[in-house]
């Protein structure tokens, strides 16, 4: 099994429509959770974080349940800039490094 | 440019060939991550420094791939005899206390 696990889709939906992208990951003791996004061709780019709490930048809401380890990132009214592929990331407990998922491609049509 | 900066953007290189890739992280900051990522998938954690210290590798590096960051600056990431399954885009990224950094990388193609 995968340690961060995401539909890799892609996802198609339209400017204005809300989409949801879900993750899971194995190691229970992950201590950190990011979202980062990634452009065709570029570097990763940090999205947010992902707080117990739940935490939301404007239009991008990031939830996390520990209990069913399990990370979501919601894009509100999806504008054509946000189309790229939106990598999970956890940092497993005791270390410094990342680890990524595959990445859901999101395409955002007009 | 104050980012991470990578050398050289792209490589194509003959299989059995070594190639050197170096990053130039962001000043003072003194972790130092490399990853490899491949078409489709998420990058993968290869190897880090703190300073100039090589603290962690995974069993990704094989005994082809070295790095070094020689004053905890700058670091290179060497693949001996090269192999087409080597073929990936290899990731830089510097840590400060607010996050990771990724570099442009750097695109190898083993032909």
């Known amino acids: 099994r995968k340690e961060v696990e995401q539909d890799p889709g892609p996802f198609n939906v339209p400017e204005g429509a809300t989409v949801a992208f879900n993750c899971t990951y194995s190691?229970?003791?992950?201590?950190?959770f990011f979202w980062y996004r990634q452009d065709c061709r570029k570097e990763p780019k940090l999205l947010m974080s992902?707080?117990?709490s739940g935490n939301e930048d404007g239009r991008f809401t990031a939830q996390l349940n520990r209990a069913s380890q399990y990370i979501s990132l919601l894009i509100r009214d999806s504008k054509l800039s946000d189309s790229a592929t939106y990598l999970c990331v956890v940092n497993p407990y005791n270390t410094d490094k990342l680890i990524f998922g595959t990445g859901t491609r999101l395409q955002v049509f007009p | 440019d104050t980012g991470v900066s990578q050398d050289p953007r792209h490589k194509i290189t003959k299989r059995g060939q070594n190639v050197t890739f170096r990053c130039d992280p962001i000043s003072e900051h003194n972790r130092l991550y490399w990853y490899r990522q491949t078409l489709g998938q998420g990058p993968e954690f290869l190897t880090y420094?703190?300073?100039?210290?090589?603290?962690?590798k995974s069993r990704l590096l094989s005994d082809r791939f070295s790095a070094e960051r020689p004053k905890g600056s700058f670091s290179t990431l060497e693949i001996q005899r090269t192999e087409q399954g080597d073929s990936a885009m290899y990731l830089c990224a510097s840590e400060s206390n607010y996050g990771y950094t990724f570099g442009s990388g750097t695109r190898l193609t083993v032909v």
């Open positions: 190691n229970s003791a992950s201590q950190s």
């Open positions: 420094f703190q300073n100039e210290a090589q603290l962690e």
């Open positions: 992902v707080y117990s």
